[in-house]
């Protein structure tokens, strides 16, 4: 958005506001003069033990709901902080990286044999290469250096041809690498799935204590009321 755009942009809304505002302050003056009658009129016939009362139980409701959003704040937030969906998500992608890798290397060395096998047959053609130019009588000695430098990068690049104990061992190493990146993924999913879940149980438990929240605190205050009355009617029979 360019400065021009933007200043009309903010212009648009401080003329709607400013057309507003006379109503909005009307309205918010009016509801300042209920609150000031119902307060003086609440003061004088409620005694301090019923205000303390209402008081504490707003408290410790609206402690377990600001808990659940503290928890969900966690939970849902972006910062790869433990406990997070966002960490637990970023432990499971790791691990999801390890178990390719270690199945991509498991992979190559089962093809073992069909790329040495590859080199090999490039290394037949150039032999071929050479022995089809000295059959014609084409051989140079610069054509013969080149293609004997090519024999010597492909032998180098093969190297020494493992043997088959050896090969077997690697599988066999490599493969557990593999089964134990596996199982790292699957306890990381598990742990995800699980933080998710608790996530979705804390949501559920949070919106149904919003929704009550005027309901359970008018009951908690009826039922402390009503245990109040009964003890104290105990106490003097």
């Known amino acids: 958005m360019g400065k021009q755009s933007a200043t009309q942009d903010i212009g648009n809304v401080v003329d709607a506001y400013r ?24 003061n004088a016939i409620i005694d301090p033990e019923e205000k303390k009362l209402v008081s504490d139980v707003k408290k410790e409701i609206d402690v377990k709901i600001n808990s659940w959003r503290e928890q969900l704040k966690t939970l849902n937030g972006t910062e790869l902080e433990q406990g997070s969906i966002a960490y637990a998500d970023e432990k499971c992608k790791k691990a999801q990286k390890d178990r390719d890798e270690k199945g991509e290397k498991y992979d190559e060395l089962k093809k073992t044999q069909k790329s040495i096998e590859e080199e090999l047959k490039k290394l ?36 020494e041809i493992i043997s088959v104990e050896s090969l077997e061992t690697k599988l066999y190493l490599a ?17 995800l799935k699980k933080i998710k879940d608790k996530r979705d149980q804390i949501k559920k438990e949070l919106e149904e204590a919003e929704k009550t ?9 009826h039922i402390r009321t009503l245990q109040e009355s009964q003890t104290l009617q105990e106490s003097q029979e």
Do not use: P
Request: net charge negative; hydrophobic share 30%.
């Open 19 to 42: 057309k507003a505002y006379g109503t909005i302050e009307e309205e918010k003056s009016a509801l300042d003069d209920y609150y000031a009658d119902k307060l003086k009129m609440i």
């Open 175 to 191: 493969w557990n690498d593999l089964d134990t990146a596996k199982e790292n993924l699957k306890t990381k999913e598990t742990d």
């Open 213 to 221: 929240r005027k309901e359970d605190i008018l009951d908690e205050i």
């Open 124 to 159: 037949n053609d150039l032999k071929q290469s050479i022995e089809m130019e000295e059959e014609e009588g084409t051989f140079k000695d610069v054509n013969m250096c080149f293609l004997i430098s090519e024999m010597h990068d492909k032998m180098t690049e093969i190297g």
